[in-house]
């Protein structure tokens, strides 16, 4: 067991007593003076609940426990601590839902919360995660690489699932930010203030209960590499914004109710299928399944629709027109002046908006089939 004493030292900065086998409670008198910066009990088989005198460790940045046996709800008061950066309570009984509402600005500088492989329920930590201003500001003026601790002294290590690997962080980047709510029950939609986490380089929800459909607002994610969605009740298509994400290297979202085309392009393009088994809705590629794609079928839409949208015949005899004019008098400028920018500029906008038309059009069609 774990001598109740150490939690009673008030000048010790470092308790890492990780992957050992050490049982019974947790130290359970942390004094109001003491020092400490890192709490890594993690790997053991230390039971609950978890020590309400954990408050007073104002200093604390990094605290560990995963991998035990501890039985107990979420400790929600631990976002009072000021300087906590990163939280993994990842694999023990814990229980209840999570919610922060309690606390005024609860954990400001969290950066790595990782509660996946436990018994939550209830919708996801909005409450919670509305208030992780560690994900949404990360001090990009800092030059070069930092790294939380900054001493030599000790170094902060981490262990995380990333990209479907189990990882340690030896040394922990200020920058590495993941929320990591696998294998729990969660329920409810997908919050759209997710997509504030601007910061964001890992998310994984998979394994829960999530219902609703994926939100627009994860397209924001701009930093995120890895995104796992797996086993969920998510229904409704994949949003095209998703394409956005240019550091995405890592999608699941299989074994969920989602359907209609696979959004192309960019990111989306190095996906394979396994990205997106067991939804049986999908189509188009990397999927066998192809879409019942508009460019097969003969247009569908009415003279009606064709004056509308403006691309009738006669608008597209004048488009014909207008083009050959142009290329003549491009012909004939480059020739004699050699300068033609301001005309390419006009025949590109000309050429942007067939475009655009063409695209509008073919959106009227998808909506109409469906
Ligand atoms: C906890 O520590 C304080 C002093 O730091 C002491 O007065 C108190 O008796 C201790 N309580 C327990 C339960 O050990
Ligand atoms: C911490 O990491 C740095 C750089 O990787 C290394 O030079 C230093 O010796 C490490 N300190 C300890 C205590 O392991
Ligand atoms: C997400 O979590 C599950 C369960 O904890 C794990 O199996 C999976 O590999 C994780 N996904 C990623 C992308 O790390
Ligand atoms: C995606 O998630 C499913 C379900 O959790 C899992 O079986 C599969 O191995 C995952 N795919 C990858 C590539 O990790
Ligand atoms: C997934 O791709 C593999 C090889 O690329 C192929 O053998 C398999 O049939 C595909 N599965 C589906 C469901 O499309």
Redesign the pocket.
Known sequence: MIP?CLA?LTSLLVLDLQMNNLYGSMP??F??ENQFKTIKLNGNRLEGPLPQ?LAHCKNLEVLDLGDNIIEDVFPSWLGILPELQVLSLRSNKLYGTITCSSIRYPFLKLRIFDVSNNNFNGPLPTSCIKNFQGMMNVNDNQLGLQYLDKSSIYNDSVVVIMKGFSMELTRILTTFTTIDLSNNMFEGEIPQVIGDLKFLKGLNLSNNGITGTIPQSLSYLRNLEWLDLSRNQLRGEIPMALTKLNFLSFLNLSQNHLEGMIPKGQQFDTFGNESYEGNTMLCGLPLSKSCKNDEDRPPLSTSEDEEESGFGWKAVAIGYACGAISGLLLGHNVFFFGKPEWLARLVEQMFNLRLKRTNNRAGANRRRMN
Request: aromatic content about 0%; charged content about 30%; proline content about 0%.
């Open positions: 109740q009673t359970r008198n004094s109001k005198s």
